[in-house]
């Protein structure tokens, strides 16, 4: 899964560093070269200092040791120099037994030289005329005092970047979970949604997700819409086909098909396939299935009257009972929950003795239900049969056979399964499990 | 036993009410929601059969409102709508039994005479007995031991009305009322005639008269 939130902290990590790498790199050449131009001033003004010092004596030219500054007198002092004329060579006193060579070209030279005890030399270079004779003039100075205050730079530049990049990450992360709190809002309304806690998204959201909200509220209005529609047209069809049904049923006792009782089957078969065949399928055509994320089937509510239509069909022979925690939401459908608890209590009641026990136990990946009765059940090895029982038309019969199609029709849609057990209390036992919904 | 019948498919209620009338129930028969809320109030019905698609006014809604009224006359939901869901909302809007389309006519009949005697508070079984009189109404008899009393549609009709409402003092007018439909003549003699071939033949202290009040169902218990 990508997380937004992830991909903004990455990405802005990603510039901050580039662009502090950058401003470290380019502040510390800046100050580097910057150095090193002052310096040069300073190596030329030493080196016209020194040919200033050279003076013409009665045996050639000599150096003046009183205008020399006295640091070219101290051993590895940090400050050098070499005079070449003719085939003579002075060095300063201090670099006591090191080398200095001579610089390849005038003025400064590009790169730095080893000097004595791992001095890194700047050296620059001048040539003069002087008393007839061509002087070179190479003067060094010690550079390693300003690289190890500029490694120390680099290193605090680094610290400080580093604290400033996890702050602004941090600055970030919260304000960019500010900005997205209203997604994080609609997403934990689309979880109730699917938990059937809501039907409708909330539209006091920013500009926007306003847009993809009021989508889906239209979406969840369509479909609920469609649905009721589509419930209507059936029922209506319905309508209209069942009661000349129930005409024709009346009519098969009338003179003169009563006469005919040969005509008289014949024609009652055929229209019980007709009836069957349309129950099975108005029936089907009516699921909801998982089309409406908003819907749930509240227990406590509807059960109570559920049961009392039971009583109603059955009479008092039978006693039911429901258990479910309280408060509990089922997420899927009420005329589907209803139709197919019906269809399963309608069997229970129709072969229990005494009782029939509903419950409803939720988990943490399934909601079970369970129907009990203490009736004579079904032997183990015939429940497959029972269970497959209705796929084929002509296989339909009424009671268990047209009932349980229309409970696997139902499961099938949740994509729930189907179990035939012993039950606790004698008789059978129908359990199905509704996988709880991805969110 | 004065049926209203609301159903607003012609063929459908012309078969019902030749049946029912066959059954000794004097029916009357609307088509339309609102002729149904207003004279389901204003007569003295003992059950109610109803469509729910009908014309005027939804049944579920007549239905509320008649419960809403303070109307207790046993209501019989007869419909197409079949699913659970609308099973329950019938039962919400005050449905006593609820009977889905299409349906075998004796269906209907048994459906009427548990809800009938279940309305009077007496226990559902194959024939209707009460006070030591077994009464078998599929064909409109009195069971004695071994012995088959045959009765007339009329005599039938009476004597149930009576079994129905036992040790109930029932005027003449009341007799009247829920014995015939709304457009039959009332004879004013015609009751005490079949009292008295009850009487005669079944035992004179079947039913007692209460001169100028009307009479009373007391049985063969003794």
Redesign the interface.
Known sequence: MISLQRRLSIALAGILLVAGLLLIKSSLWLFDSAMRHYLQNDLRDEAQSLLGAVREGHLGLLLDDRRIDPSFQRPYSGRYFRIDFADTTWRSRSLWDAQLAVAQQPAMQPELVDGPQQQRLLVWRGDYQRFGQSLVITVAQDYTPVLYNLRRVQWLFAAIGGMTLLLVLCLQRWAVQRALRPLEQVRGQVRQLQEGQRTQLHDQVPVELLPLVQQVNDLLRQTEQSLQRSRTAL??L??????????????L?RQPLAQEPMLQAELREH?QQI?QRM?REL?RA?LAGDVLPGAHFDCAA?LP??L??LR??H?QRVQLAWQAPQGLRVAVD??DL??L???LLDNACKWARQRVELSLTPSADALLICVDDDGPGIAEDKRAEVLGRGNRLDEQVAGHGLGLAIVRDIAESWGASLQLLDSPLGGLQVRLAIPSRRT | MRLLLVEDHVPLADELLADLGRQGYAVDWLADGRDALWQGQHEPYDLIVLDLGLPGMPGLQVLREWRAAGLTTPVLVLTARASWAERVDGLKAGADDYLCKPFHPEELALRIQALLRRAHGLAVQAHLAVEGVVLDEARQAVLRGDEIVQLTAAEFRLLRYFMLHPGQLLSKSQLNEHLYDGESERESNVIEVHVKRLRDKLGRELIETRRGQGYRFLGLAK
Not at chain 1, 238 to 251: D, E, M, R, S
């Open positions: 029922g209506n319905g309508h209209a086909l069942k009661t000349p049904l129930a005409v024709l049923f009346n009519l006792h229209l009836e129950a029936g009516r509807e009257a559920f009392d239509t109603m069909v009479g009420r005329e209803l139709e608890l019906g269809n």
